[in-house]
């Protein structure tokens, strides 16, 4: 069996799809550390899988402005020479990035310790890291239709974005009681990414009354610019209740995305594959301000599917009535989700498993 580590950290977007390959390879009998940044959201996120081994590596994002370009530099330096010394202590045969600031030291620490590195962009429009590591990388895993330009040959194979074994759905009377929503309830999730989203959050408390009194229920998930947006109540002519409860953070996607009729959410890649995995009808919302305006792309691609709505933040005055058009078309819904099981299914990770496999039993530097 082999040694793999993985460097996931920064974002949930890049924290999931490491767990996910991770617990595949464990698996295997693979016996795999994961690398995480020092942010919080990171440490948050790990404290679900206290089976694991974690390293915390130093490093910040990337800035433009002198000062904080120094301290890029520094930290990305401290970076390099702990992630030499981690592939020494953990006889590292292979090294697996998702992107982000955290990937740069653990890939140039592979590079110079002739250990083969492999990259895994989400999204369907390659990241910057992913580009420039790209030239020192043996292998890149991108999704299906996109491009990555003259590279070596045999670099480039396709794949879909890992999704954590635990992202299953499960019987909606069952999330709707963890979260503390009655059986009546038909339930709207809304989330804005692992931090949050403030206009989506703004967007909900000015149209939860309206909702509620529709008859639609609301989970917010909405990260630490929530903290003004309170939980309320609505009875109807039946004396039934529909509430609006409001959480900052949710380490339960399976049951969250498992309790609602409809979900409003980003367009990241990961939160897009969690919704296929637990075939949930959806509204898009890219984040307008993405490296590259990646999440409009994403959205673009699955709306192609017929397995989204998209909705730019620009129009989000139409979001109510987009909501209602798709709560109450049940018709619509159902077309949904079976286009659904075919963004699922090129999420499939088991190539990815046996090539990493593979990889690893390989001589890329002989």
Not at 54 to 68: M, N
Not at 108 to 125: D, M
Not at 137 to 161: C, F, M, Q
Not at 210 to 233: A, D, F, R
């Amino acid at each position: 069996m082999s040694n793999f580590i993985i460097s996931c950290g920064g974002t949930g977007g890049h924290f999931s799809p490491g767990i996910a390959i991770g617990q595949a390879l464990m698996r295997q009998g693979h016996k795999v550390v994961f690398i995480i940044s020092q942010k919080k959201i990171d440490s948050i996120l790990a404290e679900k899988y206290p089976e694991y081994k974690f390293y915390k590596a130093p490093g910040i994002a990337f800035s433009k402005s002198p000062i904080a370009l120094a301290k890029f530099a520094f930290t990305q330096m401290r970076s390099l020479m702990f992630s030499i010394k981690l592939l020494t202590q953990e006889n590292c045969d292979v090294a697996i990035s998702f992107g982000g600031f955290n990937s740069l030291g653990l890939a140039l620490a592979a590079k110079i310790r002739s250990i083969p590195v492999v990259l895994h962009e989400a999204n369907h429009k390659v990241g910057n890291a992913t580009r420039k590591l790209s030239y020192i990388a043996n292998r890149v895993y991108i999704p299906s239709g996109v491009e990555l330009r003259r590279r070596k040959n045999n670099l480039v194979k396709y794949a879909g974005y890992p999704v954590r074994e635990e992202i299953q759905a499960i019987q909606k009377s069952q999330a709707k009681e963890f979260f503390g929503f009655k059986n009546h309830e038909n339930v709207l999730l809304v989330f804005g990414g692992s931090q949050g989203s403030l206009p989506i959050n703004n967007w909900v408390a000015e149209n939860a009354q309206y909702l509620l009194n529709k008859k639609i229920s609301i989970l917010c998930i909405g990260g630490e610019n929530s903290n003004n947006l309170q939980n309320m109540k609505v009875v109807d002519e039946n004396s039934l209740e529909h509430n609006l409860i409001n959480i900052p953070f949710c380490n339960n996607m399976a049951e969250a995305l498992s309790l609602c009729e409809v979900t409003i959410a980003r367009a990241g890649a990961g939160s897009i594959a969690e919704i296929a995995r637990c075939k949930v009808p959806s509204i898009l919302i890219p984040y307008p301000y993405a490296a590259d305006n990646h999440q409009l792309e994403n959205a673009k691609y699955v709306e192609r599917f017929g397995a989204a709505i998209l909705v730019e933040q620009r129009n989000l005055d139409t979001l109510t009535k987009e909501i209602e058009d798709l709560f109450f078309n049940d018709s619509l819904k159902e077309s949904i989700v079976k286009n659904l099981s075919i963004i699922d299914n090129l999420n499939d990770i088991s190539k990815i498993v046996e090539d990493l496999t593979n990889i690893a039993q390989e001589n890329f530097y002989g």
